[in-house]
């Protein structure tokens, strides 16, 4: 990499940093850095503009360094840095955890983490404890889905459906199954939103009930849109359904919305967008546009309330972290709020989603392609692999975009595509030029 002896912008020693999912070796030959960023786009370390067509990691929703946020995250350091939320309190935890519960019906209360690998095994811990607490304590078993993706805790790989995240760590949680994926080219190959095929999927949860009892299941746990697993659409009915059967047999509902919500399908969280409402919902990522980590789950109205008859004085949940609440990471979720609602964002991206799905399916025929998909403002596009080398293809798409000028995310042989909010139709068209370019060049 071409670099100015002045340049204090690359660091020497790239070997102490073990980089999370990723390629080390591979990157630590041929580094790929960002060193600022503003609104839709990153700037190189060797000065080049890439406009982020993944919101980061999915989580910039708001664009990044926006002058409300950064304000008042400087305002809150300068005030409170930290102060505990373990028998101890802060303002702004409560204030932003009425913010958050405003934005739905029906779920009182919220929990807050640092991240969506702890928000989903907070969420997994309510709800067993819930059905402790209701007199249900047989229901122990937990339900995920094939390709499900809900972080790296040990909770999450349990019930989470990606075979490379698992295989390396042993026997992880016992007594959980899955549901098959909903994932089908031959029905479902370029539907634009929900596809019609599939539904019947949901169907299998009456399986893995008629095997383990009802009375043995605690909770199911989906991701309405599956994001990191390649953009997985459901079915239409699909959530309705898993929702109907849960209800039947006195299985709490989880949704996994570290990705959905917060305006990536146009509206506050998928379950308003879907019309179809869990029992608990995760969130991270977009909650504080990803300025302070956080995460935070939503539990329906009554599910506090079954704890609170524990004796007076009694911890009602031994459940916490130490920076559940943060003061900073409050703050930048209160001011990331008020952006979102002061730019209409939400309504942006439902704007903007016609334009954008036809923007992504212009790209069938491009060389590779077999499938495209959508909904709000995320697509997937999934090209065929190379015989015998799995990923090599997407991530070269992924190599010949960055030096284009845009950043892709891949997922085995599939781009996932999830833009800012604040994108305008020029930067849609750029992305869908840049991608379409790509594809002609790459074998
Ligand atoms: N649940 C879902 C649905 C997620 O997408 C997590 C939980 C875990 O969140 P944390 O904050 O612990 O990472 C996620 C995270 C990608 C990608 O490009 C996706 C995630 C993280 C990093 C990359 O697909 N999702």
């Known amino acids: 990499m071409a670099r100015a002896a002045n340049d ?14 990723t390629a080390n070796r591979q ?9 600022e960023a503003e609104g839709v786009h990153y700037t190189t370390s060797d000065g080049r503009k890439v406009l982020d067509g993944t919101s980061g990691l999915w989580c910039c929703n708001a664009g990044h360094r926006r002058k409300p946020i950064i304000e008042a995250v400087q305002r809150q350091v300068e005030k409170l840095d930290f102060a505990p939320t373990f028998q101890m309190g802060h303002p702004l935890s409560f204030e932003f955890a009425a913010r958050l519960t405003q934005m739905t019906e029906g779920f009182s209360q919220v929990f807050f983490t640092n991240s969506g690998s702890e928000a989903v095994d907070t969420a997994l811990k309510i709800a067993l404890a819930y059905q402790r607490a209701i007199g249900q304590g047989t229901r122990t078993r937990l339900i995920g889905r094939e390709r499900g993706y809900h972080g790296v805790g040990f909770g999450g790989i349990s019930v989470g459906g990606i075979v490379s995240n698992r ?20 029905h479902n190959a370029f539907t634009r939103g929900e596809p019609e095929w599939g539904v019947h999927l949901a169907d299998e949860l009456e399986r893995i009930v008629a095997l383990h009892d009802a009375s043995t299941i605690a909770a199911v746990i989906v991701e309405p ?8 659409i459901p079915p239409k009915g699909y959530l309705k359904r898993l929702r109907e059967i849960c209800d039947k047999h006195g299985i709490l509902l989880i949704f996994d919305e570290v990705i959905t919500g917060f305006g990536r399908l146009g509206a506050n969280f998928a379950s308003e967008y879907f019309g179809v409402k869990p029992d608990l919902f995760t969130t991270a990522k977009g909650l ?4 302070v980590p956080m995460g935070a789950v939503f539990t329906r109205d009554g599910i506090y309330d079954a704890f609170m008859d524990a004796p007076d004085g009694a911890i009602e949940l031994f459940h ?8 900073l990471a409050c703050a930048a ?3 990331t709020l008020d952006v979102y609602r002061d730019e209409g964002l939400f309504e942006r991206a439902n704007d903007l989603a016609p334009y954008w799905q036809d923007g992504v399916h212009s790209l069938k025929g491009r060389n590779h392609v077999i499938d495209i998909r959508n909904l709000g403002m995320v ?10 080398k799995p990923t090599a293809r997407a991530f070269d798409a992924f190599l010949k975009c960055y030096d284009k000028g845009l950043l892709i995310r891949t997922t085995g042989d599939i781009i996932a595509l999830s833009p800012p909010l604040i994108v305008d139709k020029s930067h849609i068209d750029f992305m869908i030029d840049t991608v379409g370019e790509v594809l002609q060049t790459i074998h």
């Open 333 to 335: 979720g209160l001011a």
């Open 225 to 232: 849109v599956a994001g990191s697993t390649g953009v997985l």
């Open 8 to 21: 204090t912008s690359v660091p020497n020693d790239l070997e102490p940093f073990w980089m999370p999912f």
């Open 320 to 327: 916490g972290y130490t920076y559940s609440g943060h003061p």
């Open 167 to 186: 295989k390396q760590f042993g026997t992880l949680l016992a007594g959980v199954d899955h549901l098959p994926h909903t994932h089908d080219l031959a």
């Open 288 to 291: 504080t546009n990803a300025v």
């Open 379 to 388: 697509a997937g596009i999934e090209l065929e692999g190379i015989a015998g």
């Open 27 to 35: 990157f630590k030959a041929q580094p790929r850095l960002f060193v």
